[in-house]
């Protein structure tokens, strides 16, 4: 009897652990860099929207080495918020593609966020669908007093030609456009006020889809002579016209490139300022406004980010086993 009860009870045991262990299986992952406070009930960052329409009955899974938890819904939608930066960003990545609590084997991520863009390519409320992912920050730079008069004041730096720039899955990303490109986005009069300060045609229209490549640099570039200078490496490294300044996007997908892939990768960007001052500012003083002379639109590009980014991920999931084993054109 004894023996019995010490079989049955490993039996109950194992049965107990294989169901606590069972991995989740993800079939997208949103990621978000920031939240201004809590996740829902006050002033959404990145995030809030998300975990408003996917996570609320979710309970959060702790990751060791993540900045913050990761929710998952009943339909495989798991979402987190990974710190900003390209080294907070990466590592918390890094943690939750590693952790045994989830399954990436099918997984497709939408990163999530919000960036700058040039006056003359898009204007506060457009959401932008990156096509490439590039580090503005491997390279060589110096003084323009140390060069020649006019030309470049950076060269890339040798060592780094497989990790400086990525081009996304161009079916994905087309794909992700076309679903989204008739997405009717928030726009505010305050938003509308503020583009009125630029002289350029695509700065003063309203909010739409787009799609360029995305600069990630640690350091939050301004002005129009370093928006020229990104414009100059994203055709330096034969990537698309750039259209947004982030700071997480290369680095996120070098970890994907390490582990699962970037093949199921998309990366979404709303933007919420201009990378640069009008003509009648410097940069100092567009960086550092005075009270009341901030862009508006933060609130609703943030709802623009999730109102876009929602079409694909329930498309993907509604239609899983059309996605599962990978995206294919018809």
Request: aromatic share 10%; proline share 5%.
């Amino acid at each position: 009897m004894k023996y019995v009860f010490l079989a049955l009870s490993l039996l109950v045991s194992v049965s107990t652990y294989g169901v606590e262990k069972k991995p989740i299986a993800v079939k997208v992952f949103i990621a978000g860099m920031f939240e201004i406070g809590a996740n829902q009930g006050d002033k959404a960052g990145e995030f809030q929207h998300w975990f408003e329409r996917y996570f609320t009955n979710s309970e959060p899974l702790i990751v060791k080495g993540a900045l913050g938890p990761v929710f998952c819904n009943q339909d495989g939608v798991c979402g987190s918020v990974l710190g900003m930066g390209k080294v907070a960003s990466s590592s918390s990545m890094q943690a939750i593609i590693l952790n045994e609590q989830l399954d990436f084997t099918h997984s497709y991520f939408v990163i999530s966020g919000v960036g700058g863009i040039p006056p003359s390519k898009g204007t506060i409320g457009d959401v932008n669908w990156g096509s490439w992912l590039i580090d503005y920050d491997l390279g060589h730079r110096w003084m323009p007093a140390e060069g020649k008069p006019g030309e470049p004041v950076f060269m890339p730096r040798q060592g780094y030609e497989d990790i400086r720039r990525y081009q996304l899955n161009s079916a994905l990303v087309n794909w992700a456009v076309m679903l989204t490109q008739n997405v009717q986005l928030m726009d505010s009069p305050d938003a509308q006020a503020y583009r009125m300060r630029y002289p350029q045609t695509q700065a003063r229209r309203k909010p739409a889809v787009t799609v360029g490549s995305h600069i990630a640099g640690d350091t939050f570039f301004h002005g129009p002579g370093l928006s020229a200078e990104a414009q100059y490496i994203s055709q330096l490294y034969g990537a698309d016209d750039y259209m947004i300044a982030e700071m997480e996007g290369v680095a996120i997908a070098q970890v994907l490139s390490r582990t699962v892939g970037i093949d199921r990768m998309l990366s979404l960007r709303g933007a919420v300022n201009f990378d640069q001052g009008n003509p009648n500012e410097s940069t100092l003083a567009h960086l550092d406004p005075a009270p009341g002379e901030t862009a508006g639109g933060f609130a609703e590009t943030v709802e623009n980010i999730v109102f876009v980014g929602a079409n694909v991920v329930d498309t993907i999931v509604d239609k899983w086993p059309d996605f599962k084993n990978g995206f294919k054109t018809e």
